[in-house]
């Protein structure tokens, strides 16, 4: 993790806790005591000051009352700043106003010019905004202190909305598509969820502890799914015509996949996936510029989509 990371990560850790230890800092970065100190000294020369407790029982904890001078930041890490500043102010992120004035002290060390950069994304009400943020404290105190999280969830069935109670062993928190939510072992399902913070009912901290599962890997399961569903991984063929054909190209979709140019208008896609509910509704967006080669039950599923919208309008 960079210097810059890990310095902001000591801040965030300290304002959700409201103090820690030396170790229990280093234990949280995976670093040594002595970085720690240095990464303090960072925070502290760029104006955010981390006070100490000296003693057996001492720990650190956050105090605003030094100014800033030079924290020594790269171009590059200048120009992520910024373009973290503009996608974390205009969406739905908790502590947005915080990290706002947090980014801004850091920027003010270096008056290069600015860069234009803006991120458009659905947004939600100021009301469920403020409630996710009390979870989410709870959430990331439970994360950090391996404890698991007693909560009742709404989940979105056919029949309608259904409340059930889980107990989940929460690995972390990750924004999706202007949402906030929180990923981990669900005892319950016996395996890995996700759990969308606006649709929890209610939430507990336990003091039952948990030893997360090293094995499991986020970064692969986001680079293998179409969105967040984990469900079983399947082969996808598409025929893709212009101009949803130019459109596919310059993204991509999935780690793993292959595109053939057939013609000048139209491609090719192969991917292995997962989150079937999410690239079927991905296929229906692209209308009559799709079609399903494999599998065919997804092709079969897209049919009865299509005839269902056309009832509608009979």
Same mark, same amino acid.
């Given at each position: 993790?960079?210097?810059?990371?890990?310095?902001?990560?000591?801040?965030?850790?300290?304002?959700?806790?409201?103090?820690?230890?030396?170790?229990?800092?280093? =234990?949280?970065?995976?670093?040594?005591?002595?970085?720690?100190?240095?990464?303090?000294?960072?925070?502290?020369?760029?104006?955010?000051?981390?006070?100490?407790?000296?003693?057996?029982?001492?720990?650190?904890?956050?105090?605003?009352?030094?100014?800033?001078?030079?924290?020594?930041?790269?171009?590059?890490?200048?120009?992520?700043?910024?373009?973290?500043?503009?996608?974390?102010?205009?969406?739905?992120?908790?502590?947005?106003?915080?990290?706002?004035?947090?980014?801004?002290?850091?920027?003010?060390?270096?008056?290069?010019?600015?860069?234009?950069?803006?991120?458009?994304?659905?947004?939600?009400?100021?009301?469920?905004?403020?409630?996710?943020?009390?979870?989410?404290?709870?959430?990331?105190?439970?994360?950090?202190?391996?404890?698991?999280?007693?909560?009742?969830?709404?989940?979105?069935?056919?029949?309608?909305?259904?409340?059930?109670?889980?107990?989940?062993?929460?690995?972390?928190?990750? =924004?999706?598509?202007?949402?906030?939510?929180?990923?981990?072992?669900?005892?319950?399902?016996?395996?890995?969820?996700?759990?969308?913070?606006?649709?929890? =009912?209610?939430?507990?901290?336990?003091?039952?502890?948990?030893?997360? =599962?090293?094995?499991?890997?986020?970064?692969?399961?986001?680079?293998?799914?179409?969105?967040?569903?984990?469900?079983?991984?399947?082969?996808?063929?598409?025929?893709?015509?212009?101009?949803?054909?130019?459109?596919?190209?310059?993204?991509?979709?999935?780690?793993?996949?292959?595109?053939?140019?057939?013609?000048?208008?139209?491609?090719?896609?192969?991917?292995?996936?997962?989150?079937?509910?999410?690239?079927?509704?991905?296929?229906?967006?692209?209308?009559?510029?799709?079609?399903?080669?494999?599998?065919?039950?997804?092709?079969?599923?897209?049919?009865?989509?299509?005839?269902?919208?056309?009832?509608?309008?009979?």
């Amino acid at each position: 993790m960079s210097r810059i990371a890990n310095a902001l990560n000591i801040y965030f850790y300290l304002s959700v806790k409201g103090k820690a230890t030396i170790c229990q800092l280093a =234990d949280y970065l995976e670093v040594s005591e002595r970085m720690v100190k240095k990464y303090k000294d960072d925070l502290e020369q760029a104006g955010v000051y981390i006070g100490a407790i000296r003693g057996r029982n001492g720990y650190y904890f956050i105090e605003q009352t030094k100014t800033f001078d030079n924290i020594g930041l790269s171009e590059s890490d200048i120009i992520a700043l910024k373009m973290a500043r503009e996608t974390i102010t205009s969406g739905n992120f908790h502590y947005s106003r915080g990290f706002e004035q947090l980014a801004y002290k850091l920027l003010e060390i270096n008056k290069s010019k600015e860069i234009v950069y803006f991120n458009k994304m659905m947004v939600e009400s100021d009301e469920v905004i403020n409630r996710e943020k009390d979870i989410w404290k709870v959430v990331n105190e439970a994360i950090i202190d391996k404890h698991k999280l007693k909560i009742k969830y709404k989940s979105l069935k056919k029949a309608g909305i259904s409340l059930s109670e889980r107990t989940v062993h929460p690995y972390g928190v990750f =924004d999706y598509k202007g949402a906030s939510y929180v990923y981990g072992y669900c005892e319950k399902a016996k395996g890995i969820r996700f759990f969308k913070l606006s649709r929890v =009912d209610s939430y507990n901290k336990t003091e039952d502890s948990f030893e997360p =599962d090293n094995k499991f890997d986020f970064q692969n399961l986001m680079n293998t799914s179409f969105g967040i569903y984990n469900d079983e991984a399947k082969k996808v063929v598409l025929k893709i015509y212009y101009p949803m054909s130019e459109i596919v190209k310059e993204k991509e979709i999935t780690k793993n996949q292959e595109i053939i140019e057939i013609d000048e208008k139209t491609i090719l896609f192969t991917a292995t996936m997962k989150g079937y509910e999410e690239y079927r509704t991905w296929i229906l967006g692209m209308g009559a510029c799709a079609e399903v080669i494999e599998p065919l039950e997804l092709k079969a599923d897209i049919l009865n989509q299509i005839q269902s919208m056309m009832n509608l309008y009979k």
